[in-house]
């Protein structure tokens, strides 16, 4: 198996938890208010063509069709992608959802106003070809705008889930955020690439409902950022 392959593996084996997780009706209203509030101010007014890369369980997808937007969803986990197509079905004009490989989306140039990702960086093999291959799919004037933290600084050390069977050091080693220990090194990656003015926002309403519903389970509490910029109008 690749690196990918590993990577795929683990979230598919992983879908249904995480899913249950992030629909838990405790939370789920306060989330997807916080979230729209996120997506609403990192974007232009709906109604924009926008490409989810690494869309897991479309939670981010759904919101932004929600907002209005018209958005193809894209991920290589056959698991995660059934249950966004499952969620899909419950809004009008819900995503579409593809699978599809992040590093190297197979649409054309210029095919999209935005491209969005969440909790992705950090899994992502070859982020600067990745992001590269983003901006060739934006329009003039698109934004790029991606959440992300520092999940693993202390080096990928989780025991849910059978992680660190699929998150070997192999896998480690093909990815170069998987430890990062600063965000600064994340909007690097979009600075480098020609984003302009680039934008780091510490998502302060996340980290409170983190405070007030808890964190999942192997995980610490910890500020989640956007990262935002635009491609030359």
């Known amino acids: 198996m690749t690196a990918q392959d590993r990577i795929n593996a683990y ?22 208010q916080a979230w729209s509030d996120i997506w609403a101010s990192a974007l232009p007014a709906a109604p924009l063509e926008v490409l989810d890369v690494g869309t897991g369980s479309g939670q981010v997808a759904m919101i ?12 290589l986990s056959e698991g995660m992608l059934g249950h966004a197509r499952q969620h899909a079905t419950t809004i ?32 992502l093999r070859e982020p600067h070809t990745a992001v590269a291959n983003w901006l060739r799919l934006l329009r003039p004037g698109g934004t790029l705008a991606v959440v992300d933290s520092t999940w693993f600084p202390n080096g990928l050390d989780n025991a849910s889930e059978n992680f660190t069977d699929f998150y ?7 990815l170069p955020l998987a430890t990062a ?14 984003l302009t003015n680039l934008t780091i926002t510490p998502l302060t309403s996340i980290y409170e409902l983190d405070q007030r519903h808890g964190i999942a389970p192997n995980h610490e509490l910890q500020m989640q950022y956007l990262i935002a910029g635009a491609t030359a109008g």
């Open 168 to 174: 070997d050091t192999d896998v480690e080693a093909a």
């Open 11 to 32: 979230w598919t084996d992983r879908a249904p938890s995480y899913d249950e997780y992030q629909q838990r009706p405790d939370r789920l209203a306060a989330d997807q």
């Open 64 to 75: 932004l069709a929600r907002l209005g937007h018209r958005v193809t969803g894209i991920d």
């Open 92 to 123: 009008p004009d819900g995503p579409n959802f593809q699978r599809g490989d992040a590093v190297d989306p197979a649409f054309p140039p210029a095919s999209f106003d935005a491209v969005t990702s969440r909790y992705l960086m950090w899994t």
């Open 181 to 194: 220990t600063s965000i600064n090194q994340t909007a690097a990656i979009l600075e480098q690439a020609g």
